[in-house]
C-alpha cells in the first residue's frame, strides 16, 4: 500500500545517546520533511530535502543530522539527544499536498 | 521572517454550535491548505485553495481565500463531536515548495 510510515512510533532514551528516526515513503515523492511538534510551537520544521542527496536546513535544525541516499527513505538522527529534543516527530512527504507519517514520540530522559 | 498566525489557540462549543478558525499570512500566498490533526494522531490534508476569494465546502465546513491572499478561514456548521481536533493553515514559505505552519486552533466540542 502506498503511504509513509515512520519507526518507532515511541521512543525513550538517555541523554548523550545518539538516536535515529526512521521515514520511508513509497510515493515517490521527491519532497520530504521532518517537523517537530511541542506544545505552543505547532509544527516546526527541522530538516528537508528536494531530491536524494539533496538536503536542506529548517527553522530548528542544531543537534539533527538527516541523510537522503534514497529518494524514499530520509532518516532523522538526534547526535547527541538532549532533554529539550523530548517532543513528537513527524515526516512528511509532499506532491500537492503533504503527507504525514504517525509521528514518533520521543522522550529523552 | 514570513509567519503565519491562527487566531483563536482554542474553542470550546456545544455541539451543535458554529465553530470559526481564522489564518493570517504577513505575505501573499500562492495557495492555501489547511489540516486537521485528530488527538494522538498526524496532519491530515482537508482542503487547498489557490483563487483569490475562493470558498470551497466540504459537507459541514467551509473553506475561504481571502481577496488579498493574505488571509483564509474554516467554518464548521453544527459542531459534532467527531470535529474534535487541531485545525492548521499552511502556505508556502518563502513562495517555495515548503510550507510554513500556523500555530493551529484546537477544537473541543462538549456532548
Known amino acids: 500500500d502506498a503511504g509513509i510510515t515512520q519507526s518507532p512510533r515511541y521512543k525513550i532514551t538517555e541523554t548523550g545517546r545518539q538516536v535515529t528516526l526512521m521515514c520511508h515513503q513509497t510515493w515517490s515523492h521527491s519532497y520530504m520533511f521532518w517537523y517537530r511538534q511541542d506544545l505552543g510551537h505547532g509544527l516546526r520544521l527541522i530538516y528537508y530535502s528536494a531530491a536524494a542527496d539533496i538536503t536542506d536546513k529548517g527553522e530548528v535544525p542544531d543537534g539533527y543530522v538527516v541523510s537522503r541516499s534514497k529518494t524514499e527513505n530520509f532518516p532523522l538522527t538526534l547526535e547527541s539527544a538532549t532533554r529539550s529534543q523530548t517532543s513528537v516527530y513527524f515526516c512528511?512527504?509532499?506532491?500537492?499536498?503533504?503527507?504525514f507519517g504517525q509521528g514518533t514520540r520521543l522522550t529523552v530522559v | 521572517g514570513q509567519q503565519v498566525m491562527q487566531i483563536p489557540q482554542y474553542q470550546h462549543v456545544q455541539e451543535g454550535e458554529d465553530f470559526t478558525t481564522y489564518c493570517n499570512s504577513s505575505t501573499t500566498l500562492s495557495n492555501i491548505q489547511w489540516y486537521k490533526q485528530r488527538p494522538g494522531g498526524h496532519p491530515v490534508f482537508l482542503i487547498q485553495l489557490v483563487k483569490s476569494g475562493e470558498v470551497k465546502k466540504q459537507k459541514r465546513l467551509t473553506f475561504q481565500f481571502g481577496e488579498a491572499k493574505k488571509n483564509s478561514s474554516l467554518h464548521i456548521t453544527a459542531t459534532q463531536t467527531t470535529d474534535v481536533g487541531t485545525y492548521f493553515c499552511?502556505?508556502?514559505?518563502?513562495?517555495?515548495?515548503?510550507?510554513?505552519f500556523g500555530s493551529g486552533t484546537r477544537l473541543l466540542v462538549r456532548p
Open positions: 499552511a502556505g508556502p514559505r518563502d513562495s517555495s515548495y515548503k510550507l510554513i
Open positions: 512528511a512527504s509532499q506532491g500537492t499536498e503533504a503527507f
